[in-house]
């Protein structure tokens, strides 16, 4: 089948994080035809391996969920699921199944080849659910790669970095707690607690390398009582895991010292993207002005696999990533693949 069908057929599929069972089914239909070991990866992750009496492996991920978002692109294979591949993850499985396609037709590379894809990347594990499966242990990984498409960089072209290129990321949630009162009464406020909370965050925990938002704020029972109960979440950013460490703590004792009780709950989804030079420096595609402040949980990978490496996919000028008129050019996905049989040399 053609990379267009393949995308266009996943993209109607979307399904949210761990529960991308039709998707995974489609992916190992596919699968099935191409002469490869299909394992499976928790309840709805697969692994393609092909494997070619080689010394070295070369891994690729591609992610299988979609997003909690009511598609409003009108395209015709639109999805009616109540999710959205908003974030290009058809394309990129699309790219996937392709590369496993034309490697089978070829029966030959000149290493042996694992195609994983991956469920729950929006979501926290999806990456370590894969990790903590022993595939690694059981087939040792030299490379691993992944393409994400990236609206706003030129049209089909790839970029990435030697080093840090996507921050590390860690999600917050505070909730501070009194007793209430009448607003004469000598009682604390929740709501400015956390209101407090907020200014600290945005005036003082964002420096260096830090970048920080409180994204989401509740609290309050009525206009004239001062407030029980307030809550805030959001998200901290950094580039370097002892800035997110050093943000986490100061963040907790700030939030600590406030009038109200308090409890933080402070979850790491993934640390920073640390491509390695080496695998930059192999394939010379366009270098990405400056790291960018966005995560992704394929930097868990670097703990088990010695080289990692991820690409940026220009997608040019459309709509955000994780907006309801996101799409894409789908020709886009030729240099993807291009960019994957040159790592393959075939
Ligand atoms: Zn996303
Ligand atoms: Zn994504």
């Known amino acids: 089948m053609s990379i267009v069908t ?31 070991e299909i394992m499976t990866l928790g309840k709805t ?16 991920r591609a992610e299988l969920d979609a997003l909690p978002i009511n598609e409003e692109t009108g395209l015709e294979f639109a999805a009616r699921t109540g999710y959205m591949h908003a974030c290009g993850h058809d394309g990129h499985m699309a790219m996937l199944l392709e590369l496993c396609e034309i490697i089978s ?14 469920p729950g990347e929006e979501l926290f594990g999806g990456a370590e659910s894969v990790i903590k499966t022993d595939i690694f242990k059981n087939i040792k990984v030299d490379e691993m790669y992944t ?5 706003n960089l030129t049209i089909g072209e790839l970029y990435s970095t030697s080093g840090v290129i996507y921050c590390g990321s860690s999600e917050f949630d505070i909730a501070f707690l009194s007793n209430g009162g009448h ?14 909370t907020i200014i600290y965050i945005k005036d003082e925990l964002c420096t260096g390398d830090v970048r920080a938002i409180s994204g989401v704020i509740h609290g309050g029972a009525a206009r004239n009582i001062s407030a029980p109960r307030a809550e805030i979440s959001g998200t901290l950013r950094y580039f370097l895991p002892s800035s997110g460490e050093n943000a986490k703590l100061k963040l907790t004792a700030f939030a600590e010292g406030q009038k109200c009780a308090c409890h933080v709950a402070i979850r790491d ?21 400056s790291p960018l402040y966005f995560a992704d ?14 690409v940026l996919l220009g997608a040019g000028d459309v709509a955000p990533l994780h907006t309801s008129k996101f799409d894409f050019d789908e020709n886009v996905l030729f240099s993807g693949v291009s960019f994957y049989k040159r790592i393959l040399n075939i």
């Open 6 to 36: 393949y995308r266009r057929e996943l993209h109607t599929l979307a399904e949210g994080g761990f529960c991308e069972f039709e998707t995974s089914k489609y992916i190992k239909r596919v699968l099935a035809l191409l002469g490869c």
């Open 105 to 118: 037709e070829r029966n030959t590379a000149k290493t042996n080849v694992l195609a994983i894809f991956q």
């Open 45 to 60: 992750g697969l692994a393609a391996y092909f494997d070619f009496g080689k010394n070295k492996t070369v891994a690729f």
């Open 183 to 196: 607003i004469d009464a000598n009682v604390t406020d929740a709501i400015e607690c956390a209101a407090r």
């Open 297 to 310: 949980d394929f930097s868990h990978y670097s703990k088990v696999i010695p080289k990692t490496l991820y």
């Open 269 to 289: 989804y993934a640390p920073p993207q640390n491509n390695s030079p080496e695998l930059f420096l192999r394939y010379c595609i366009n270098t990405l002005a």
């Open 147 to 151: 393409i994400h498409l990236r609206p």
